[in-house]
């Protein structure tokens, strides 16, 4: 182990073990460094509620075209990412290239529809208008009343719990060392991040650390003002339901729409399950499964797909995208040297694990930034260098 004590402090410490620490500890232990990870569980975290959704095209915003391409970027290595992990572990991540069809079901959410199809032709993205009849043929089990969708065929889906788990495996068999407690402090010595103190009274340094704790990655003790911007929580509610035997395959592709305003996704496993969410909610840390939530989940499923009613619900959770001021996340050096940012991922952590992994891997391992996490630098909401 180690430790400060031992006098050899680990090349890269990660704080937090969800699916972007442990992908960044993976690609950063085969660049040969010893990487350690601090986390009370490793593999948790908000992918454990994620519906694993790798949608950079049917989830593009406007104004997020920086995002859009390292989304793309991740996407495009998702196929070799996942053949990669699930050699290197023995484990399955669910990884399936179905696609995406997003629908429209009245007159103004076509028109809404419409208008983001244009701004993906005028981008040059692979999105195809597809009118109510087009879509009811492709996914027959959708409503009567569909007005009409996109089909984007290079939106596909990851199993976020099954990547967790490969994930530690290959963690564990690449030398990573996991360790599992909670970090209480940051420890910063000569103006620089030099490892961390841990729930069990020991200390471990680090070379550098990288900071990949999701929503509560601005309030570890010991982390300097300014140095990071406030990553707020986003509270999301999502259904597991169970598909029989005998109604499969009740949808093929994933499906989302735009119901009473509210964003809702639909996600069938190859397994049986299907994923419904998810809620977006602004209540700070609290992760309570609510009445109102799961009714709206459904209520707003059924109309999209009145077939629902009919499956069993399985499971109901919440969890917490961890949101940064520009929804866009932090990635490589901070303003404290030595500190490095793998945060701030909001509704794109599980769609941006690879690309996040080798752009910190490569940082790491050579110190130059790639061109391609220049937009995301967390010095970007610096107010004014450290003194």
Not at 340 to 350: F, K, L, Q
């Amino acid at each position: 182990m180690t430790r400060f004590e031992s006098g050899t402090p680990a090349d890269v410490l990660v704080i937090g073990g969800g699916v972007i620490g442990l992908a960044v500890a993976w690609r950063t232990a085969q660049r040969g460094l010893r990487v350690v990870v601090v986390d009370p569980a490793h593999g948790g975290g908000a992918v454990q509620v994620a519906a694993g959704m790798l949608a950079p095209v049917t989830e593009l915003q406007y104004g997020e075209e920086a995002l859009l391409r390292l989304g793309m970027a991740s996407n495009e290595r998702y196929a070799a990412f996942a053949a990669e992990l699930e050699e290197a572990s023995g484990l399955s991540t669910g990884y399936r290239a179905c696609g995406t069809l997003a629908v429209a079901l009245d007159a103004d959410d076509r028109e809404e529809l419409r208008e983001l199809h244009a701004f993906h032709r005028r981008l040059g993205l692979d999105s195809h208008w597809l009118t109510g009849r087009e879509c009811r043929r492709l996914e027959p089990m959708l409503a009567p009343g569909v007005r009409g969708g996109l089909h984007v065929t290079d939106d596909h889906q990851v199993d976020g719990r099954r990547l967790a788990r490969a994930l530690v495996v290959a963690c564990e068999r690449a030398g990573v060392v996991l360790e599992r407690a909670e970090v209480t402090e940051l420890v910063v010595a000569d103006g620089r991040a030099a490892g961390v103190r841990l729930s069990t009274g020991e200390a471990l340094g680090a070379d550098r650390v990288v900071l990949a704790a999701g929503s509560r990655s601005h309030l570890l003790p010991g982390l300097p003002e300014g140095v990071l911007p406030a990553i707020r929580p986003v509270k999301g509610q999502i259904l597991r339901l169970r598909v029989p035997e005998a109604y499969r395959p009740f949808l093929s592709r994933n499906v989302r729409a735009v119901v009473r305003g509210q964003h809702l996704y639909l996600v069938p496993r190859e397994d049986g399950e299907l994923v419904i969410g998810a809620t977006s909610e602004e209540q700070g840390y609290d992760t309570t499964v609510t009445a109102g939530g799961v009714y709206e989940l459904l209520r707003d499923a059924h109309d999209l797909v009145p077939g629902i009613t009919e499956l069993p619900l399985v499971e109901t959770s919440a969890g917490l995208r961890p949101g940064s001021p520009d929804n866009a996340p932090l990635l490589g050096p901070t303003a404290l040297p030595g500190l490095v940012a793998a945060t701030g991922h909001y509704r794109n952590g599980v769609l941006l694990t690879p690309v996040t992994a080798d752009l910190l891997a490569e940082y790491l391992a050579t110190g130059a930034t790639p061109e391609l996490a220049t937009d995301f630098s967390p010095t970007r909401f610096t107010a004014k260098a450290l003194v």
